[in-house]
């Protein structure tokens, strides 16, 4: 049974850090390509940021270039996301997401909220 499980959301200010970890089960970790997205109040999931199997390929949304970080550590069956410069628009849960064709997987989120 496939389990990814978000953890490290929380209330920040305008201007703070958050870094979030997910820890996945019952995959092969070192062969699936991790991701995460999120969702705001009344708006559709959008993907965030993804790191390639080995961590050798990322890709991140626009919106947190240069602000946000994924990594992975392959010996722990983690994925985190760190989250600088956080603004009230990050403001979302945020979902864990693998993909083993053909399914994809999700984990229960974890709530991000940017407010001063």
């Known amino acids: 049974q496939v389990q990814l499980v978000e953890s490290g959301g929380g209330l920040v200010q305008p201007g703070g850090s958050l870094r979030l970890s997910c820890i996945a089960s019952?995959?092969?970790?070192?062969?699936?390509?991790m991701s995460w997205y999120r969702q705001a109040p009344g708006k559709e999931r959008e993907f965030v940021a993804r790191i390639s199997n080995g961590g050798g390929d990322i890709n991140y949304a626009d919106s947190v270039k240069g602000r946000f970080t994924i990594s992975r550590d392959n010996t722990k069956n983690t994925v985190y996301l760190q989250m600088d410069s956080l603004k009230p628009e990050d403001t979302a849960v945020y979902y864990c997401?693998?993909?083993?064709?053909?399914?994809?997987?999700w984990g229960q989120g974890t709530q991000v909220t940017v407010s001063s």
């Open positions: 019952g995959i092969a970790f070192r062969s699936n390509a």
């Open positions: 997401n693998t993909r083993s064709v053909p399914f994809v997987y």
